[in-house]
């Protein structure tokens, strides 16, 4: 359980290890992108550290992370395929960034970090938390960016496909407020980041220096 | 006898303070503000334009800026910083909180809803200052900030309340400001099509032009000029250096494109360029310290200017400049450190210079070639012939998207025009209906480019003109050969 | 224009001086320059005469320390020394016999010394630079390359001190006659004094008696402050910049003190025993020039002008409120390089404030460096190799000027300690 917590708070990917900012910068521009790509991701982190746990001992030092980087391609492969059949709206909304959670530096960091060195038990647990971590993190950021920046909220839009039911709403009534598009600009996506990084750290910290 | 070994010397100081700096700042701002306030509210209430409530409205939309700056500031240092009473009071004294407020409110169109004002001014404070650790750690001008944030985001609220223009221009001045009139401006422009419509060269100099709320006064700024480098407060080599340049090249500009010498002075003088200069760019923080790196911050400031009002379609050159050259200012300060030795400061000369003629050079020649190649905003979509009528379906890019039309030629004149499809703001086309423009620009076909716009709706009126303007062409090349 | 004018505050002692020549006590701090390893020639219960040796420093240059009065050695106590620190001192009491160990005939014409004879008697006499620099004087002519210009500095440009100004009112026409045969000895081609252009006394003075001497010129120079420092007064008066030393370019600056007393060496035979010291201030009462022996506790000769306005809430400086260092109290013992005692109301203690970059400090330094810059990068070695901090003369303006009330001057104190930390070597220019 604490290791879940971990991953949340203590060692967020996206917040404290700055790990995958990549696709937060570029995903966030809907609640719905926000938190397929995070379940997507989770669920490549899970097996992925699960089956690198396993057979860790296996593999020479000198091929770990070319290894690796094939475990978790085929992974995400498969994955891309399933989408591509039962999901194709999100699939063309991801584009690039789908084959792109090969190299999320989450992933293969958390392959060499934790699941070559712990038990499998605790790989998973990491994965599960790590995550959890990132798929808030992404929906916090969504959040602001569509509220803010689009006056909309989607849950469901391209999913739909798959589950056939929408739902899009407008947050605030539209005379009375005005969206700020750069919200939605990638120049947004950094302002955005930035600031939830300095509360989230800043609430974590509880006002206490941390040396980094 | 008590022991005071050991004391840092000097012991005799100069009675300069820091608050006495920005003091003699904001007394040289005191001109500007009124004369704001006789602009936009005495001469709209004098015409019976605004009420009372207008008339007091650009004091009102001054004093908001500091007020909620100092709001914001003492915010953050009461409970994110933690200060108490004196210290607190220590804190307030010292950030100097007024001044980036005072300046985003001068530097904002006067339509700006108060809610936007406050907006940029948070920003203004909280990313442009309170970020980097308070006054004197930030890297930006927090005032540029500030409207930079609301010039990206709020930019369409603004124009569609009225802009930059106050409540008499609007009524008297069928344009834009200047800058946003150049760019309507096929070619280079001449003294009738670029000076003329505000008045003459003296309006702009004093400041009867559309602007912002407080930098339109170039004789004002000049004389806050004065008044600062005498009282030892500005670092005058960054203005001076900055508008000499922007001078110079456009001097050059003009002259390779056959303009006379009022040419350069209207662009020193529109665009908020003194006001910048002058206030923005010199801001001490933001600004190098060594005199030879003043000099290059100024000469950088005035290329970039000219290349963003020349080569891009952007709105903002001043405040771009001056916000990338805060960013250098560690850069230039060393290249400033290199240039005590006088064979490498030979070489920096040269490179200068060679800048400087590139980017003229290449400016003059947009305009050169202009006269002759097609307005690429216009596109003939059809010609049908029909007895001794010849139809056009033509588009010209107007304000929201292509305005397509249906134009008869009969005997080599327009017999009619008639509006397919447009996407203008109903609220613009509305008037140029109400003005009949179309009937006008039927009956003064044959002196089209004297015929004047529809005032507040500038760019729908200028589209329809140029559309009239290029089918005549488009029918002089293909049938009067 | 390099420099700023600041209040100078010199009409509080006028161009004249008195005279304090009965200590009961006579100190010679062991002390020269920074060097306290000296050969010590006496010890306790010696006599002394008026102008024997009593120290020398080893190694090359062997400046020597002699007694200012004649009387008996009755031991060593640790005594007040103008940098602040209590150094050991020879104590003498005085006999008031003014003794001296042979009386040799006065020298008529002093141009008749050879080159060498001159160097031996300046080195002998213990000669060194009087406007608080101390370098010892005969280095500066112990050279192979020409001598083309003899600068005589005149400008004490230091707010409060006028203790050369008053020599020089008094003293003209002797300091014009040893300029003439320093000129003589070195084949020197023109020698140029100095003063700044609002001290019309001092100007007049040299202006009745320069006539006849035709390679002599006088120079005036604006009010400015550091205009005494050696490179600004070297551009300024013959327009040459050099990198260390103003010998490259042919130059010999010399203050017009040290000149009077290589007067009195070469016509009297007379060593450096005595000097005019300026005390002065807003807390002393008549605020006056005294000319007093060499190692005379300034405690004493403040009595003896009437003493202070108050003892407490005072600063005593020694040297000018500029480049002065602060003593605990007021018995420093004067040495040849001590020029000034400036006693002050205590100041408040500035709070230092952000520094907002407004670059006064880099328009004002007269050595054109930027104090800003190397307050930023203090700590930094490889940055400041490129700003040029050994060009510091520590002059303080930049910390006069500052309007934030930042000590600038420290900084750059602080920054020249770091670039000379890993480099014991490293030579200060």
Same mark, same amino acid.
């Given at each position: 359980?604490?290791?879940?917590?971990?991953?949340?708070?203590?060692?967020?990917?996206?917040?404290?290890?700055?790990?995958?900012?990549?696709?937060?910068?570029?995903?966030?521009?809907?609640?719905?992108?926000?938190?397929?790509?995070?379940?997507?991701?989770?669920?490549?982190?899970?097996?992925?550290?699960?089956?690198?746990?396993?057979?860790?001992?296996?593999?020479?030092?000198?091929?770990?992370?070319?290894?690796?980087?094939?475990?978790?391609?085929?992974?995400?492969?498969?994955?891309?395929?399933?989408?591509?059949?039962?999901?194709?709206?999100?699939?063309?909304?991801?584009?690039?960034?789908?084959?792109?959670?090969?190299?999320?530096?989450?992933?293969?960091?958390?392959?060499?970090?934790?699941?070559?060195?712990?038990?499998?038990?605790?790989?998973?647990?990491?994965?599960?938390?790590?995550?959890?971590?990132?798929?808030?993190?992404? =929906?916090?950021?969504?959040?602001?960016?569509?509220?803010?920046?689009?006056?909309?909220?989607?849950?469901?839009?391209?999913?739909?496909?798959?589950?056939?039911?929408?739902? =899009?709403?407008?947050?605030?009534?539209?005379?009375?407020?005005?969206?700020?598009?750069?919200?939605?600009?990638?120049?947004?996506?950094?302002?955005?980041?930035?600031?939830?990084?300095?509360?989230?750290?800043?609430?974590?910290?509880?006002?206490?220096?941390?040396?980094? | 006898?008590?022991?005071?070994?050991?004391?840092?010397?000097?012991?005799?100081?100069?009675?300069?303070?820091?608050?006495?700096?920005?003091?003699?700042?904001?007394?040289? #701002?005191?001109?500007?503000?009124?004369?704001?306030?006789?602009?936009?509210?005495?001469?709209?209430?004098?015409?019976?334009?605004?009420?009372?409530?207008?008339?007091?409205?650009?004091?009102?939309?001054?004093?908001?800026?500091?007020?909620?700056?100092?709001?914001?500031?003492?915010?953050?240092?009461?409970?994110?910083?933690?200060?108490?009473?004196?210290?607190?009071?220590?804190?307030?004294?010292?950030?100097?909180?007024?001044?980036?407020?005072?300046?985003?409110?001068?530097?904002?169109?006067?339509?700006?809803?108060?809610?936007?004002?406050?907006?940029?001014?948070?920003?203004?404070?909280?990313?442009?200052?309170?970020?980097?650790?308070?006054?004197?750690?930030?890297?930006?001008?927090?005032?540029?900030?500030?409207?930079?944030? &609301?010039?990206?985001?709020?930019?369409? %609220?603004?124009?569609?309340?009225?802009?930059?223009?106050?409540?008499?221009?609007?009524?008297?001045?069928?344009?834009?400001?200047?800058?946003?009139?150049?760019?309507?401006?096929?070619?280079?422009?001449?003294?009738?099509?670029?000076?003329?419509?505000?008045?003459?060269?003296?309006?702009?100099?004093?400041?009867?032009?559309?602007?912002?709320?407080?930098?339109?006064?170039?004789?004002?700024?000049? %004389?806050?000029?004065?008044? #600062?480098?005498?009282?030892?407060?500005?670092?005058?080599?960054?203005?001076?250096?900055?508008?000499?340049?922007?001078?110079?090249?456009?001097?050059?500009?003009?002259?390779?494109?056959? #303009?006379?010498?009022?040419?350069?002075?209207?662009?020193?003088?529109?665009?908020?360029?003194?006001?910048?200069?002058?206030?923005?760019?010199?801001?001490?923080?933001?600004?190098?310290?060594?005199?030879?790196?003043?000099?290059?911050?100024?000469?950088?400031?005035?290329?970039?200017?000219?290349?963003?009002?020349?080569? @891009?379609?952007?709105?903002?050159?001043?405040?771009?400049?001056?916000?990338?050259?805060?960013?250098?200012?560690? %850069?230039?300060?060393?290249?400033?450190?290199?240039?005590?030795?006088?064979?490498?400061?030979?070489?920096?000369?040269?490179?200068?210079? &060679?800048?400087?003629?590139?980017?003229?050079?290449?400016?003059?020649?947009?305009?050169?070639?202009?006269?002759?190649?097609?307005?690429?905003?216009?596109?003939?979509?059809?010609?049908?012939?029909?007895?001794?009528?010849?139809?056009?379906?033509?588009?010209?890019?107007?304000?929201?998207?292509?305005?397509?039309?249906? %134009?008869?030629?009969?005997?080599?004149?327009?017999?009619?025009?008639?509006?397919?499809?447009?996407?203008?703001?109903?609220?613009?086309?509305?008037?140029?209906?109400?003005?009949?423009?179309?009937?006008?620009?039927?009956?003064?076909?044959?002196?089209?480019?004297?015929?004047?716009?529809?005032?507040?709706?500038?760019?729908?009126? @200028?589209?329809?003109?140029?559309?009239?303007?290029?089918?005549?062409?488009?029918?002089?090349?293909?049938?009067?050969? | 224009?390099?420099?700023?004018?600041?209040?100078?505050?010199?009409?509080?002692?006028?161009?004249?001086?008195?005279?304090?020549?009965?200590?009961?006590?006579?100190?010679?701090?062991?002390?020269? /320059?920074?060097?306290?390893?000296?050969?010590?020639?006496?010890?306790?219960?010696?006599?002394?005469?008026?102008?024997?040796?009593?120290?020398?420093?080893?190694?090359?240059?062997?400046?020597?320390?002699? $007694?200012?009065?004649?009387?008996?050695?009755?031991?060593?106590?640790?005594?007040?020394?103008?940098?602040?620190?209590?150094?050991?001192?020879?104590?003498?009491?005085?006999?008031?016999?003014?003794?001296?160990?042979?009386?040799?005939?006065?020298?008529?014409?002093?141009?008749?010394?050879?080159?060498?004879?001159?160097?031996?008697?300046?080195?002998?006499?213990?000669?060194?630079?009087? /406007?608080?620099?101390?370098?010892?004087?005969?280095?500066?002519?112990?050279?192979?390359?020409?001598?083309?210009?003899?600068?005589?500095?005149?400008?004490?440009?230091?707010?409060?001190?006028? *203790?050369?100004?008053?020599?020089?009112?008094?003293? $003209?026409?002797?300091?014009?006659?040893?300029?003439?045969?320093?000129?003589?000895?070195?084949?020197?081609?023109?020698?140029?004094? $100095?003063?700044?252009?609002?001290?019309?006394?001092?100007?007049? $003075?040299?202006?009745?008696?320069?006539?006849?001497?035709?390679?002599?010129?006088?120079?005036?120079?604006?009010?400015?402050?550091?205009?005494?420092?050696?490179?600004?007064?070297?551009?300024?008066?013959?327009?040459?910049?050099?990198?260390?030393?103003?010998?490259?370019?042919?130059?010999?600056?010399?203050?017009?003190?040290?000149?009077?007393?290589?007067?009195?060496?070469?016509?009297?035979?007379?060593?450096?025993?005595?000097?005019? +010291?300026?005390?002065?201030?807003?807390?002393?009462?008549?605020?006056?020039?005294?000319?007093?022996?060499?190692?005379?506790?300034?405690?004493?000769?403040?009595?003896?002008?009437? /003493?202070?306005?108050?003892?407490?809430?005072?600063?005593?400086?020694?040297?000018?409120?500029?480049?002065?260092?602060?003593?605990?109290?007021?018995?420093?013992? +004067?040495?040849?390089?001590?020029?000034?005692?400036?006693?002050?109301?205590?100041?408040?203690?500035?709070?230092?404030?952000?520094?907002?970059?407004? /670059?006064?400090?880099?328009?004002?330094?007269?050595?054109?460096?930027?104090?800003?810059?190397?307050?930023?990068?203090?700590?930094?070695?490889? *940055?400041?190799?490129?700003?040029?901090?050994?060009?510091?003369?520590?002059?303080?303006?930049?910390?006069?000027?500052?309007?934030?009330?930042?000590?600038?001057?420290?900084?750059?104190?602080?920054?020249?300690?770091?670039?000379?930390?890993?480099?014991?070597?490293?030579?200060?220019?």
């Amino acid at each position: 359980m604490k290791t879940i917590q971990n991953g949340i708070i203590n060692e967020n990917p996206v917040f404290v290890l700055l790990l995958g900012l990549c696709s937060t910068l570029a995903i966030t521009t809907r609640f719905e992108n926000a938190y397929v790509m995070g379940i997507c991701v989770t669920v490549v982190l899970i097996v992925s550290n699960f089956i690198i746990s396993c057979i860790h001992k296996l593999i020479p030092t000198s091929v770990k992370t070319p290894v690796y980087i094939i475990i978790i391609a085929t992974l995400v492969t498969i994955l891309e395929l399933l989408l591509q059949y039962y999901a194709k709206d999100i699939y063309d909304v991801f584009g690039i960034y789908l084959p792109l959670i090969v190299v999320n530096c989450i992933i293969l960091g958390r392959a060499l970090a934790v699941a070559s060195k712990q038990n499998i038990w605790k790989s998973t647990l990491d994965g599960i938390g790590i995550g959890i971590g990132y798929t808030l993190a992404l =929906m916090a950021v969504a959040t602001v960016r569509e509220v803010l920046g689009n006056n909309t909220i989607t849950f469901m839009d391209s999913l739909s496909t798959l589950t056939g039911y929408r739902s =899009m709403y407008r947050v605030f009534p539209e005379n009375n407020f005005i969206p700020m598009q750069f919200l939605v600009s990638p120049a947004g996506a950094f302002l955005v980041v930035g600031i939830l990084m300095a509360i989230f750290n800043a609430i974590r910290r509880g006002g206490k220096h941390e040396s980094n | 006898m008590k022991d005071y070994h050991n004391l840092i010397g000097p012991f005799q100081k100069s009675k300069n303070k820091t608050s006495t700096m920005m003091k003699h700042v904001l007394i040289a #701002l005191i001109p500007i503000i009124i004369f704001s306030f006789y602009k936009n509210g005495i001469v709209p209430y004098q015409h019976h334009l605004v009420d009372i409530w207008g008339l007091w409205y650009p004091i009102i939309f001054i004093a908001i800026g500091p007020i909620v700056t100092c709001l914001v500031e003492l915010i953050a240092a009461r409970f994110f910083l933690h200060k108490k009473n004196n210290d607190l009071k220590d804190y307030m004294q010292h950030s100097y909180a007024i001044l980036p407020g005072l300046f985003l409110s001068l530097i904002l169109p006067i339509h700006t809803p108060i809610s936007v004002l406050i907006f940029g001014v948070c920003m203004a404070t909280i990313i442009g200052k309170l970020v980097y650790g308070g006054f004197g750690n930030n890297i930006f001008n927090p005032a540029l900030i500030g409207r930079l944030f &609301v010039i990206t985001t709020y930019a369409t %609220v603004i124009a569609s309340k009225g802009g930059y223009l106050n409540s008499y221009e609007l009524d008297t001045i069928s344009k834009a400001t200047p800058l946003s009139n150049v760019s309507t401006i096929e070619g280079i422009g001449s003294y009738e099509t670029l000076v003329s419509p505000y008045g003459n060269l003296w309006n702009f100099f004093t400041g009867m032009i559309p602007g912002a709320v407080g930098e339109t006064s170039a004789l004002l700024c000049l %004389v806050a000029f004065f008044y #600062l480098t005498f009282q030892k407060v500005i670092k005058w080599r960054i203005p001076v250096f900055y508008i000499g340049t922007v001078w110079i090249l456009t001097m050059l500009i003009g002259w390779l494109n056959g #303009l006379g010498i009022w040419y350069p002075t209207f662009q020193i003088l529109s665009g908020g360029l003194f006001f910048g200069a002058i206030f923005m760019a010199t801001d001490p923080v933001t600004s190098p310290v060594s005199k030879n790196a003043q000099i290059l911050d100024g000469i950088f400031l005035g290329i970039l200017t000219v290349v963003f009002r020349y080569f @891009t379609s952007y709105p903002e050159g001043v405040l771009t400049s001056i916000l990338t050259m805060n960013m250098l200012v560690f %850069v230039v300060e060393k290249i400033g450190l290199q240039c005590k030795q006088k064979d490498k400061r030979l070489v920096i000369i040269a490179v200068i210079l &060679v800048i400087m003629g590139f980017v003229a050079y290449q400016a003059g020649r947009l305009y050169q070639n202009h006269g002759e190649s097609k307005d690429s905003n216009f596109e003939v979509i059809n010609v049908k012939k029909v007895e001794n009528q010849v139809i056009y379906t033509v588009s010209q890019k107007g304000n929201g998207g292509p305005i397509t039309c249906e %134009v008869t030629i009969q005997n080599d004149k327009i017999i009619k025009i008639e509006v397919i499809d447009h996407n203008e703001t109903p609220n613009y086309y509305g008037l140029v209906e109400n003005q009949h423009y179309i009937e006008q620009l039927i009956k003064e076909q044959d002196n089209l480019s004297e015929l004047d716009t529809v005032s507040g709706a500038t760019i729908s009126s @200028t589209a329809l003109k140029k559309l009239a303007i290029n089918t005549l062409q488009e029918y002089e090349e293909s049938y009067e050969k | 224009m390099k420099g700023i004018k600041i209040s100078s505050h010199k009409n509080l002692s006028e161009n004249t001086f008195t005279i304090y020549n009965k200590p009961k006590y006579i100190y010679i701090p062991l002390i020269v /320059g920074t060097d306290t390893d000296l050969t010590v020639l006496v010890k306790k219960d010696d006599y002394v005469c008026k102008g024997e040796m009593v120290a020398r420093s080893k190694g090359k240059f062997s400046i020597p320390l002699h $007694a200012s009065v004649s009387g008996t050695v009755i031991g060593f106590e640790d005594k007040l020394y103008h940098n602040g620190t209590m150094i050991k001192s020879i104590v003498i009491e005085n006999d008031f016999k003014e003794r001296i160990e042979e009386k040799q005939n006065n020298v008529n014409t002093i141009s008749s010394y050879s080159k060498e004879e001159f160097l031996e008697t300046l080195k002998n006499a213990g000669i060194l630079g009087m /406007g608080g620099a101390g370098f010892p004087t005969y280095i500066k002519y112990e050279t192979n390359g020409p001598i083309k210009t003899l600068v005589i500095n005149a400008v004490e440009c230091e707010p409060y001190i006028t *203790a050369d100004d008053s020599l020089g009112v008094q003293k $003209a026409g002797e300091i014009l006659e040893t300029i003439d045969a320093i000129l003589e000895i070195f084949h020197i081609e023109k020698a140029i004094i $100095a003063v700044k252009k609002n001290h019309k006394k001092l100007i007049h $003075a040299f202006q009745k008696n320069i006539g006849t001497y035709v390679k002599i010129e006088l120079k005036m120079v604006p009010d400015r402050y550091p205009m005494g420092w050696e490179r600004l007064l070297v551009e300024t008066v013959t327009g040459k910049t050099y990198q260390n030393l103003p010998i490259e370019v042919g130059v010999v600056v010399n203050n017009v003190s040290t000149i009077y007393a290589i007067y009195e060496a070469l016509k009297y035979h007379k060593p450096l025993i005595e000097r005019i +010291v300026t005390i002065t201030g807003d807390m002393i009462k008549h605020p006056t020039n005294v000319l007093v022996k060499v190692g005379t506790s300034i405690h004493e000769v403040i009595e003896f002008i009437g /003493g202070m306005k108050r003892n407490k809430d005072i600063i005593c400086i020694a040297g000018g409120p500029m480049m002065g260092v602060t003593l605990p109290n007021d018995e420093v013992i +004067v040495t040849a390089d001590m020029n000034a005692l400036v006693v002050l109301k205590q100041q408040e203690e500035e709070i230092e404030h952000t520094c907002m970059r407004c /670059g006064k400090c880099v328009q004002v330094c007269p050595a054109q460096i930027e104090p800003v810059l190397i307050k930023d990068a203090y700590q930094e070695k490889e *940055a400041l190799k490129t700003l040029n901090v050994n060009r510091c003369c520590e002059c303080g303006l930049c910390s006069y000027i500052c309007p934030a009330k930042i000590k600038v001057r420290e900084y750059v104190r602080k920054a020249k300690e770091t670039l000379r930390k890993d480099d014991p070597n490293e030579r200060l220019s």
